[in-house]
């Protein structure tokens, strides 16, 4: 199933997305217990849609992830179709989005460092260059 094919008001949906953006999760409390919700934007060749995630999958899911979506439910919410995992459906992890490393360390960007984090001989600089006009 693809999303261009989701209709307002219908279960039983199975499909496969790409997490493309994601909001701050709230809280909230329901006959005296308190839960988290979070919305989600998900897409797929055929288009975009928010999905509504709710408590433990509020933190199993990050931008970027590649999930699967079974027995899930489409409502609409202000003229806007949304999906849900509703009662009865879940939502699983196909592929984790790649973890990004933010350096600035000349050794890192260089590929210098050893496995063992000395440097190599061979690219330690003695300090005195040849400079050519």
Known sequence: MEIKDLQANKG???????????EEPRTFEKFGKAGRVCTVKVKDDSGEIKVTLWNEDVDKIGVGDKVHIQ????????GE???STGKFGKIEI???AAKEVFTNSPEMLNGE???DGS???ED???GEEEFVE
């Open 124 to 126: 330690v600089v003695s």
């Open 113 to 115: 460092m050893m496995d």
């Open 94 to 96: 196909i592929e984790r």
């Open 81 to 83: 179709k949304q999906l």
């Open 12 to 22: 039983n949906i199975d499909v496969v997305v790409n997490v493309i953006a994601k």
């Open 71 to 78: 027995n899930g439910w489409c409502s609409e919410y202000k």
């Open 119 to 121: 440097e190599d001989e």
